[in-house]
T-cell receptor, first 106, second 114 residues
Framework: RKEVEQDPGPFNVPEGATVAFNCTYSNSASQSFFWYRQDCRKEPKLLMSVYSSGNEDGRFTAQLNRASQYISLLIRDSKLSDSATYLCVVTDKLIFGTGTRLQVFP | ETGVTQTPRHLVMGMTNKKSLKCEQHLGHNAMYWYKQSAKKPLELMFVYSLEERVENNSVPSRFSPECPNSSHLFLHLHTLQPEDSALYLC?????WGLGETQYFGPGTRLLVL
């Protein structure tokens, strides 16, 4: 099993839709998780960190499920500008997932 | 802008060449990183420097040689590379080396080895 796994997608959703991605991790002792966003041919940029209690920033919500060893990212009211690849990372060992590609269409 | 710059942005080299990638951060951070990003693969951590000392070396072939002369600059020296080394090489920095540190990435150097 890979240490960090993501569904590569692509997820094709219309504007205004709600979409969710999961990222599973294999090491139950992992403590720190982030979501990064990477636009095509650009560098990754921090989107948000993931706390045990959940973390919400506008249309974005990140959650951690320790029992099932996954983190999730929920995007509400999708915008065209949300189209990107979303990378999860277990920061304990700086292990990134392959990313989930999101394409929002008009 | 993220405050992390990389040069060159694109590089084509033959397998017998020697070249260097340069990274500079203007954020006053203490930790710097090299990553490799290949198509359809996750970012792979190559090296970590904290306060100019190497703290991580993830089984990277010796044809990649990092150098950190000060906390603002990081180099990756390349020699006798293979075609499978063609990838995007990303530099990143963070305030410190440790759990939960936010990393700031440079734009990357896109390397093609012929």
């Amino acid at each position: 099993r890979k240490e960090v796994e993501q569904d590569p997608g692509p997820f094709n959703v219309p504007e205004g839709a709600t979409v969710a991605f999961n990222c599973t991790y294999s090491n139950s002792a992992s403590q720190s998780f982030f979501w990064y966003r990477q636009d095509c041919r650009k560098e990754p940029k921090l989107l948000m960190s993931v706390y045990s209690s959940g973390n919400e920033d506008g249309r974005f919500t990140a959650q951690l499920n320790r029992a099932s060893q996954y983190i999730s990212l929920l995007i509400r009211d999708s915008k065209l500008s949300d189209s990107a690849t979303y990378l999860c990372v277990v920061t304990d060992k700086l292990i990134f997932g392959t990313g989930t590609r999101l394409q929002v269409f008009p | 802008e993220t405050g992390v710059t990389q040069t060159p942005r694109h590089l084509v080299m033959g397998m017998t060449n020697k070249k260097s990638l340069k990274c500079e951060q203007h954020l006053g951070h203490n930790a710097m990183y090299w990553y490799k990003q290949s198509a359809k693969k996750p970012l792979e951590l190559m090296f970590v420097y904290s306060l100019e000392e190497r703290v991580e070396n993830n089984s990277v072939p010796s044809r990649f040689s990092p150098e950190c002369p000060n906390s603002s600059h990081l180099f990756l020296h390349l020699h006798t590379l293979q075609p499978e080394d063609s990838a995007l090489y990303l530099c990143a920095s963070s305030q410190d080396w440790g759990l939960g540190e936010t990393q700031y990435f440079g734009p990357g150097t896109r390397l093609l080895v012929l």
